[in-house]
């Protein structure tokens, strides 16, 4: 044996190990498949071998030879020997080579399923960590199946390492076996709550991608995710929560309505901008969905659009597309609060990136109005001549035309601009989309009537300067502008002033060189255009001129008749023997005009883009049914073959000529081939001068090169400006705007009471009348039409699709997997009452578990009960706790409560819920609990009496609570005895405003409210809303405060210490908007007030005049502080810890309820309620700078005692004399 292993330690030194089969490799480049394939035979060697040391070496060189791209499939089985080996560095290669090999179809992978589930249930953690890694590459169907008990026991592991991977392969378990959701749904809620962040972490991951696509089934746990969302300081947490909310939102309204708040004060207080652009995404999907259910939500559409133009005006390209991105998402509902930014969004069409210029086109899409189409278009003109690039001017003149053909050219108010633009865009050389021009130049002039006359003139210019536009066909596609030319003159002939110029114009031979569906389109409208002037002649009785029309179509039609393309061959050699014979009839004095005309009688309307796909299918009709006898496989061999023999024998020719070509034939190909090369702007050229193998060429020499200036824009004479038409725009509006004013001064004499409201009113778009009333036609639609031809694009392999459960009904027996749960046999108790002797037997092995768990949840909170004892009953100050205090519950939902979470969601969104029949029961159920506990901590005060005189206490004192809670919760006026951390819902409470006045005259107004930033403890915020009061503009604001020692206005760089700041936006009459300012503060302990000055312009009817307000600017310690959540046992923690300060105050003659003035501290003085029992409250806050600020509330007969602890007896003083004259107030 000792040999063996001797010999076998010998051969390994002769293998190949992973570096040098790259080394190998490396050294072989010119025969690399050559060396790679001995490489493969030596594996199979070594996989051949009982050592599994040299078998995990051979696993992991064909784990890289499977990254460089060769199939190892083949040594699946190999993999798995390599898996199932002890030692945990061979195991590990196993897996990392499985995890990239295997996959569903793997035919050995059902051998790996007990494998695994050893490693999973293995004492090791590492070796538990890695088959879980692995696990998630290859997971199938059966395996997820048959691993999911095992994994969800992981959940539970008492390592958070195992924990995170546990949750997190979860979805992919999940999405292979959707069966398993439900039962291991309650267990990962859990871990919402886990005490480690990482595992924490991993369990929002999987429940927001698992509510990404099916959000409905998680609503249920919004509160526990505003929880999160308030208490997490993980900004990647926060991300996906705050997404995850966007997403529930549009579900339930309710809910956007806790959301503004605190995704207000994180955009406030974030520096980290993917997190800011995520609340401002949210923030926008919650006024979404409360659309007018929130009355003030200007200030936060305003908040949101002033930090996304932070981003825009970022010199970082990402954050500037994300600004633009959602400042898009924003302009769909709030389009007024965007236009105001108009300037911002055109210069980023100066910018160098074309994605954000593509960006800020698809913005001035949806910023348009009729006050603005014609400045947003002349300045995107000004870029289509500035653009370099023929994509990006395309990509212009795209958005130039998409936004003045929206909604049926909803805000055009002159036709006559518009056709002038569309004719300037034909100037543009080397676009693609001269189509496009033409499909707009055809659609205006059929649908509005109004505008044909002006249209056809201006085509009729374009016929005749033709020259210019088709110069260069090959490089050019702005020629297929003069298929809408020749068409619009032909159908609307009867608007042309001199029709003869215009038929001698589309008649000229040099039309011959336009593409052939131009000149067939030129061809038939000539013939209409031909009709209407010789009805013309005939009416005046002009027989001569009539015979000389005729006469010159019979010598310009030939031309066409000689033409390559069949279509115009066709067309001219009809509409050639149609005049012929009109010449005949036109010597023998017959008038033949009418019946000319009656040719192209009728009007051409639009038809609507789906009319075809709405034509209803007759009865009895089988579109896939054959008309004839199905064809046999031979014939339609023959009958394709017939079809492309034309094709075929080109194809043959072509092929029969290459080996003909000489040497010039493939020298000319060879020039004409650079020669595309040198001219397409996309080929890589490897030459710097291409031109000059250009000039270079044969044939060429001797032609003058000739330096054009591009600058100079391409005119077609006699083509009307589109500035002009927005100089009379302007003026036409000015004119309209003093006939408004003359009415509205005649209306003031009669009604003096509206004289403020019109003082108010501004231009809409529905002041703004057309130029003249136009009759746009509408899409004709086939008869019997279908109402709708939706189709479901859903992917039927979508494997979220089968992830859509409902998550809040209970579990079914045939639901639930195998696991012992201790949760299965509480909720089985009544049925278990009604079972046989033998489950009689397990009811009462449970209940003595059960009984066992209480014994040891009561012993740690009596523990939890002694810690506050302790920490209150200091000898140094009478801070002394309430027998009543308990461990805290959650916020927003009960921890155990399974039933009726819907209810549970209506009770934590609106303010005065209606229980159910399951949430009293279960209302019950803890008050009980509450009570014994309460009876518990008491008894250990008092006395150190019996044990069964505490029972009994405690029983007689459970009846009396369970009875004065039934009475308090039918009474309506009263609150509830307990209530959840963070949380004062219970009664419904008046509004509450955290803004103070600050100063105040006849011209403005100004609130402001101070909030602390958690993540710099040195500084605040100052939010000031300014508010007009006068009837007159506000304009160029200035904030400036003077700056003490300790508190310092944050000032733009550059400026001194006694500039002040502009505020960045001005006021019309009655309208209020929020600016924000930062301030450094150095020490929070000391109250103290900042003398400032607010300057400004007072515009109105008589004149501008420059006014000033001052005021005092006055930072409580209240405005340091910032609410933060805390758990019983960390608050307990804090109050052993001795390093806090104590004091005391009490205020008498209190009126309000216990409940009413908790909810006021909490929300003037940032504090959140840790517990509480009837008239007793703990409660908690944090300053800036890291100040623990703990409170007691109790309330006596109309009085109520605050004792405080803190970190600093300065502040703690300070804050507390705040608290008084709070209280004092609401008195």
Not at 857 to 878: A, C, D, F, L, W
Request: aromatic letters at 6%; charged letters at 30%.
């Amino acid at each position: 044996m000792a040999l063996k292993i001797v010999k076998g330690s010998i051969d390994r030194m002769f293998d190949k190990n992973l570096q040098d089969l790259v080394r190998g490799i490396r050294n072989h480049k010119d025969d690399e498949a050559k060396y790679i394939s001995q490489c493969i035979d030596e594996i199979k060697q070594e996989l051949k071998q009982d050592n599994i040391a040299v078998k995990a070496n051979a696993v992991i060189k064909l784990a890289y030879l499977q990254m460089v791209g060769y199939d190892i499939s083949w040594a699946a089985f190999n993999i798995i020997e390599v898996m199932s080996s002890s030692k945990f560095t061979f195991k590990r290669i196993g897996y990392l080579a499985a995890s990239q090999c295997f996959y569903e179809g793997t035919d050995v992978i059902m051998l790996t399923t007990n494998q695994i589930r050893k490693d999973l249930n293995s004492p090791n953690q590492y070796d538990t960590g890695v088959a879980l890694t692995g696990l998630s590459c290859f997971v199938t169907p059966d395996l997820a199946r048959d691993l999911a008990n095992d994994i969800m026991t992981l959940m539970s592991h008492t390592k958070p390492y195992i924990r995170k991977k546990a949750v997190l392969i979860m979805y992919k378990v999940f999405l292979k076996y959707p069966e398993s959701l439900r039962p291991a749904f309650p267990r990962l809620k859990e871990k919402l709550e886990d005490p480690d962040s990482g595992v924490q972490s991993a369990a929002v991951n999987v429940i927001c991608e698992l509510a990404r696509r099916n959000p409905k089934n998680y609503l249920s746990l919004a509160p526990l995710f505003f929880k999160l969302m308030t208490s997490s300081t993980n900004n990647w947490v926060l991300i996906k929560i705050i997404k995850l909310f966007g997403a529930l939102t549009p579900l339930e309204p309710r809910l956007g309505k806790k959301l503004i708040e605190p995704l207000t004060n994180l955009i406030h207080s974030t520096s980290a901008m993917s997190l800011l652009y995520e609340c401002v995404n949210t923030v926008i999907a919650v006024l979404i969905s409360l659309s007018s259910g929130m009355p003030n939500h200007s200030a936060s559409i305003q908040l949101c659009v002033q930090k996304l133009r932070i981003l825009i005006e970022d010199s970082d390209q990402n954050l500037k597309y994300l600004g633009l991105l959602a400042m898009s998402k924003i302009l769909k509902t709030h389009p007024k609060s965007v236009q105001s930014h108009k300037d911002l969004i055109l210069q980023c069409l100066d910018d160098k990136d074309e994605s954000i210029r593509l960006r800020a086109l698809d913005l001035l899409y949806g910023m348009v109005s009729k006050k603005n189409l014609m400045e947003i278009v002349k300045k995107l003109m000004i870029h289509v001549d500035k653009a370099e690039g023929t994509t990006y001017r395309d990509e212009l003149l795209t958005k130039i035309i998409d936004i003045c053909s929206q909604s049926n050219y909803q805000y055009i108010t002159n036709f006559e601009w518009y056709i002038s633009i569309l004719v300037e865009l034909t100037r543009l050389e080397g676009t693609r989309h001269g189509h496009l021009i033409a499909a707009q130049m055809l659609d205006v002039a059929i649908r509005v009537k109004a505008i044909r006359a002006f249209a056809v003139s201006q085509m009729a210019m374009l016929l005749d300067n033709a020259h210019l536009l088709a110069g260069n066909m090959q490089r050019n596609g702005i020629c297929e502008v003069l298929y809408a030319a020749a068409w619009i003159c032909g159908e609307f002939s009867e608007h042309l002033q001199e029709p003869n110029q215009t038929l001698e114009a589309m008649l000229k031979s040099k039309v011959t060189t336009l593409p052939g569906h131009i000149q067939a389109v030129y061809v038939q409208n000539a013939a209409k255009l031909y009709a209407s002037i010789l009805q013309q002649h005939e009416q005046a009785g002009d027989k001569k001129a009539a015979e000389e029309i005729t006469q010159i179509l019979i010598d310009k039609l030939p031309q066409f008749v000689q033409n390559a393309d069949l279509e115009v061959q066709e067309r001219a050699s009809c509409i050639l023997q149609l005049i012929k014979y009109i010449h005949k009839l036109q010597a023998k004095d017959i008038p033949v005009a009418e019946e000319v005309m009656a040719l192209f009688t009728g009007e051409l309307n639009p038809v609507a883009p789906k009319a075809q796909k709405k034509v209803p299918l007759p009865d009895g009709l089988d579109l896939d049914a054959w008309i004839n006898d199905a064809p046999s496989e031979s014939s339609s061999d023959d009958e394709n073959t017939k079809k492309t023999i034309f094709h075929e024998e080109e194809q043959r020719n072509i092929r029969h000529r290459q080996p003909e070509m000489d040497e010039d034939e493939l020298a000319r190909r060879r020039e004409v081939r650079k020669q595309e090369q040198a001219n397409n702007p996309f080929y890589i050229k490897s030459s710097p001068s291409p031109q000059k193998n250009y000039q270079d060429a044969s044939g060429v020499e001797h032609i003058p090169v000739v330096q054009i200036d591009l600058t100079v824009p391409l005119r077609v004479p006699g083509m009307p400006l589109s500035d002009q038409y927005l100089k009379l725009e302007e003026e036409r509006r000015q004119q309209q705007r003093q006939d408004r004013e003359k009415k509205k001064k005649k209306q003031k004499r009669d009604k003096k009471g509206k004289r403020r409201h019109d003082s108010l009113h501004t231009e809409s778009d529905e002041d703004i009348a057309p130029v003249h009333q136009v009759d746009i036609i509408t899409e004709e639609m086939p008869e019997n039409a279908l109402p709708s031809d939706d189709d479901d694009d859903k992917d039927p392999n979508d494997p979220y699709k089968a992830l859509d459960i409902d998550l809040d009904k209970p579990l079914t027996d045939n639901e639930k997997l195998p696991v012992r749960m201790h949760r299965v046999s509480e909720k089985k108790s009544p049925e278990i009452e009604a079972a046989p002797g033998e489950e009689k037997s397990k009811k009462s092995s449970k209940k003595a578990k059960k009984e066992k768990k209480d014994k040891e949840k009561r012993k740690s909170k009596e523990k939890v009960g002694k810690k506050h004892r302790k920490s209150y009953e200091n000898p140094e100050n009478e801070f002394a706790a309430p027998e009543e205090m308990i461990a805290p519950t959650l916020t927003g939902e009960a921890e155990n409560e399974k039933p009726t979470e819907g209810s549970d969601l209506d009770f934590w969104l609106s303010n005065a819920p209606v229980p159910s029949k399951s949430q009293t029961e279960s209302l019950k159920n803890e008050e009980a609990s509450v009570v014994e506990e309460i009876s518990e901590t008491k008894e250990e005060e008092e006395a150190k009496s019996s044990k069964h005189k505490k029972k009994k206490h405690k029983k007689e004192k459970s009846k009396e609570e369970k009875k004065s809670q039934k009475k308090k919760r039918h009474s309506a006026d009263k609150a509830p005895e307990s209530v959840q951390n963070g949380n004062i819902d219970d009664e419904l409470l008046p509004p509450m405003s955290s803004y103070s006045l600050l100063a105040e005259n006849s011209f403005v107004k100004m609130m402001y409210d101070i909030q602390g930033n958690l993540q710099d403890g040195s500084q605040v915020v100052v939010s000031v809303i300014f508010e007009n009061q006068s009837s007159g503009y506000l304009k160029s604001m200035d904030f400036n405060v003077l700056d003490s020692l300790n508190t310092k206005l944050i000032r733009p760089e550059g400026s001194s210490k006694h500039d002040g700041i502009s505020v960045p936006f001005q006021l019309p009459p009655d309208i209020s908007n929020e600016a924000r300012f930062v301030f450094t503060v150095e020490s929070i302990v000391m109250p103290q007030k900042l003398k400032g000055t607010l300057t400004f312009i007072i515009k109105t009817e008589d004149g501008s005049s420059h006014e000033k307000l001052d005021f005092k600017l006055h930072f409580t310690c209240t405005s340091y502080m910032i609410t933060t959540p805390c758990y019983s046992d960390a608050f307990s923690k804090l109050l052993e810890s001795g390093e806090l300060k104590i004091s005391s105050i009490k205020v008498d003659r209190i009126s309000i309820s216990f409940q009413l003035l908790l909810a006021k501290i909490c929300f003037h003085h940032h504090f959140s309620v840790v517990e509480r029992i009837n008239s007793c409250a703990s409660m908690y806050s944090r300053s800036i700078q890291g100040h623990h600020m703990c409170l007691l509330v109790k309330m006596g007969d109309n009085s109520i005692s605050v004792d405080g602890k803190c970190s600093d007896s300065t502040l703690l003083g300070n804050l507390l004399d705040e608290l008084k004259q709070t209280l004092t107030e609401s008195c």
